[in-house]
């Protein structure tokens, strides 16, 4: 099944892709590898502004990973001069997740994202990961997503 079944059997339409909002381009690419720029969460069209531990649940964060994850592909099909099919493999994500203190569970906030990859990539979508928590992201955002791809 190619990665756009599967979008639409998973009812994803790719939106348009993010402009930059600042000094930096969206992806940079070198060699076989795509470097996306950080993509922050967003619902209905504006940063998702929460903290985690005070304002918004762990099940809330997971799906704007997926929902910032979805917006990560719209961007690599971009890079991939439009067809996904390019995409060998994801190497890794990197997620900031706005929290407390006290808040550890960025990891499973972070699974949205991981497990939307696994299921549009398959095996190519298992990647490295590295999730933190920060004290604040651009705009107030819940989270930030970055995504390395080996494209052919």
Do not use: W
Request: hydrophobic share 45%; net charge negative; aromatic share 6%.
């Amino acid at each position: 099944m190619s990665v756009y079944e599967k979008l639409k059997a998973m009812n994803i339409e790719l939106p348009p892709v993010a402009k930059p909002v600042a000094a930096y381009v969206m992806y940079v690419k070198s060699g076989n590898l795509v470097y996306l720029s950080g993509h922050i969460a967003k619902k209905d069209g504006k940063p998702l502004v929460a903290q985690f531990g005070k304002n918004i649940s762990v099940e809330e964060g997971k799906q704007a990973a997926r929902d910032t994850a979805i917006d990560l592909l719209a961007t690599l099909q971009d890079a991939c001069d439009g067809d996904l099919n390019r995409v060998r493999r994801i190497v890794k994500v990197l997620s900031l997740v706005n929290s407390t203190g006290d808040f550890t569970d960025h990891h499973l906030v972070t699974n949205g994202a991981s497990e939307l990859l696994v299921e549009v990539f398959g095996e190519a979508g298992r990647h490295a990961r590295s999730a933190f928590g920060v004290a604040q992201i651009p705009t107030g955002a819940c989270l930030e997503l970055e995504l390395i791809a080996e494209i052919d």
